[in-house]
């Protein structure tokens, strides 16, 4: 009888062509749509982020996250760059969840839009600006690559009230994260997959500090956590309450490269998240988390493959959206 970690890689492998063969994008959408309405756009999107994410570091984990954020709510369709207008509804991006989305990752694509308008106007959505310049910064941290479909259209709506429910929250009982997840489509070893994007970025203090400040209501840390570790997020998060601000690198080892080693903190007790502590025990999640934590090439294999069916998620084509003229409002 084979091993149980050969049993579980053999499963993974399968699991991923299955996923890979069942997430293809909608006919509408190619990966050589702008080639000759917008030939230059690969390269101006190429351009915008290179140059970003060297005079900003932390670029290509806000434009991640927004990317998520964006595609969970409604579809990939950049509903959650829209700003607020003063006769319009609270946008998704003033909902509580989306307040501390980093700034980098909308500047990144309202400057790849204000150059590609340059060449070729009203062409490219902003939802596609989007989706490559995710790719694209990922790849220049060390991610993998991975395939971009485009002709995506920009949403006509953006509402705040539409984000809760849809993005996991870190506090979140395991049951309730995978439910997000399941009902957009995903498996749990596609959560598990996805999860591995905080390999990269930082989380805000007050987003742990039930676990590490006032475990189950007493004083003191979760004991999931490595003892000195606690410490130390302890001291580096004292002035929290007065300074929301503060965070601390998801992955304090190496924060700025995308790589597996997040998993190996997480099963180390080097997590930040009680959603990285439950994830670790749960029977539904630990697994995977060994196999990604052992094995990069295939936490970047199903990474890869995830994103790319993050990527089509409830995109909008033909008249069910428009090619906004600036990323933040719609056109009328």
């Known amino acids: 009888?084979?091993?149980?970690?050969?049993?579980?890689?053999?499963?993974?492998?399968?699991?991923?062509?299955?996923?890979?063969?069942?997430?293809?994008?909608?006919?509408?959408?190619?990966?050589?749509?702008?080639?000759?309405?917008?030939?230059?756009?690969?390269?101006?999107?190429?351009?915008?982020?290179?140059?970003?994410?060297?005079?900003?570091?932390?670029?290509?984990?806000?434009?991640?996250?927004?990317?998520?954020?964006?595609?969970?709510?409604?579809?990939?369709?950049?509903?959650?760059?829209?700003?607020?207008?003063?006769?319009?509804?609270?946008?998704?991006r003033e909902s509580d969840i989306n307040l501390s989305l980093p700034g980098d990752g909308f500047d990144v694509v309202v400057r790849a839009k204000a150059a590609i308008e340059l060449t070729c106007p009203g062409v490219v959505s902003c939802a596609d600006i989007l989706a490559v310049a995710t790719r694209n910064l990922v790849v220049m941290v060390g991610g993998p690559y991975y395939k971009v479909p485009l002709g995506r259209k920009d949403s006509f709506t953006s509402r705040a009230d539409d984000v809760e429910g849809n993005i996991p929250k870190p506090n979140m009982p395991m049951d309730q994260m995978i439910k997000i997840f399941t009902s957009k489509g995903f498996s749990v070893q596609e959560m598990v997959a996805l999860t591995g994007a905080h390999t990269i970025g930082f989380s805000h203090c007050k987003e742990f500090s039930d676990i590490l400040y006032n475990y189950n209501g007493r004083p003191g840390s979760d004991p999931a956590y490595y003892p000195e570790f606690a410490k130390s997020l302890q001291r580096a998060c004292a002035n929290y309450t007065r300074d929301p601000t503060v965070s601390v690198f998801n992955d304090i080892m190496t924060p700025g490269k995308f790589d597996n080693v997040y998993y190996s903190n997480v099963r180390k007790g080097l997590g930040l998240l009680s959603s990285d502590h439950v994830m670790r025990t749960d029977p539904r999640t630990r697994n995977y988390v060994k196999v990604y934590s052992d094995n990069q090439d295939l936490f970047f294999k199903a990474f890869a493959s995830a994103m790319e069916k993050l990527s089509v998620h409830g995109v909008k084509t033909g008249n069910q959206g428009e090619i906004r003229r600036r990323c933040d409002a719609f056109n009328n």
């Not at 499963?11 to 309405?37: G, I, K």
């Open 1 to 92: 009888m084979a091993p149980p970690q050969l049993l579980l890689l053999l499963t993974l492998s399968a699991l991923l062509l299955r996923l890979t063969a069942s997430s293809q994008p909608p006919p509408t959408l190619s990966t050589s749509h702008y080639s000759t309405s917008c030939p230059k756009f690969e390269q101006i999107v190429e351009q915008t982020t290179t140059d970003k994410q060297i005079s900003s570091p932390t670029t290509a984990a806000a434009a991640l996250r927004i990317f998520f954020h964006d595609c969970f709510v409604s579809g990939c369709d950049a509903s959650v760059l829209i700003s607020r207008t003063r006769l319009g509804p609270k946008p998704e």
